[in-house]
């Protein structure tokens, strides 16, 4: 994986290759190296391993999604603040099916470091709720099942809401 300044530093030596390219009149190499810069510039914002874990997990490959994002080595250094927003919250995901104290603590490090989209906001508020319910954690659960409801903008998520809302009634 590339560090996030190279990805950088390679498409701002690729555009001054271009621009020389159109200058010196050869416009297909000028083309060729303003569309390599700007994959850079996409990679930059969007790391290839999350694009990967993700669909592993639309397959519903939890092994398959542990791996992809195992390949980053130092999430901090390599991704932006978005991007490792996204790591905590697929690691959360696969931990939760195992180990729920380690899921807590990476769905708080999701929300920490945030998450572009509102519903994939809402999905890991109401998945802390989830654990924190069944660690009989009632006030927080309920925090953060309404923040969840405030998150959820298109009604996505209203049904799961409802469940955990009746799961807090039953403790």
Request: glycine share 6%; proline share 1%; net charge positive.
């Amino acid at each position: 994986m590339v560090p996030k300044i190279f990805k950088i530093f390679i498409s701002i030596i690729l555009i001054v290759l271009s621009f020389y390219q159109f200058y010196e009149s050869f416009f297909g190499n000028g083309i060729f190296y303003l569309s390599l810069s700007l994959f850079f510039i996409l990679i930059y914002f969007k790391n290839e391993y999350i694009f990967f874990a993700f669909l592993k997990l639309r397959k519903q490959d939890f092994s398959g999604t542990k791996k992809w994002l195992d390949r980053i080595k130092n999430p901090e250094k390599v991704l932006v603040k978005k991007q490792i927003g996204y790591y905590h919250y697929l690691y959360g995901i696969i931990e939760s099916q195992k180990n729920l104290t380690v899921a807590e603590k990476s769905f708080r490090k999701a929300l920490s470091f945030g998450l572009s989209m509102s519903t994939d906001l809402a999905m890991a508020k109401l998945s802390l709720a989830g654990i924190l319910i069944q660690k009989r954690r009632k006030r927080e659960a309920t925090i953060l099942i309404g923040e969840a409801k405030k998150s959820d903008r298109h009604n996505m998520l209203g049904e799961q809401i409802r469940l955990l809302k009746n799961q807090i009634k039953k403790i």
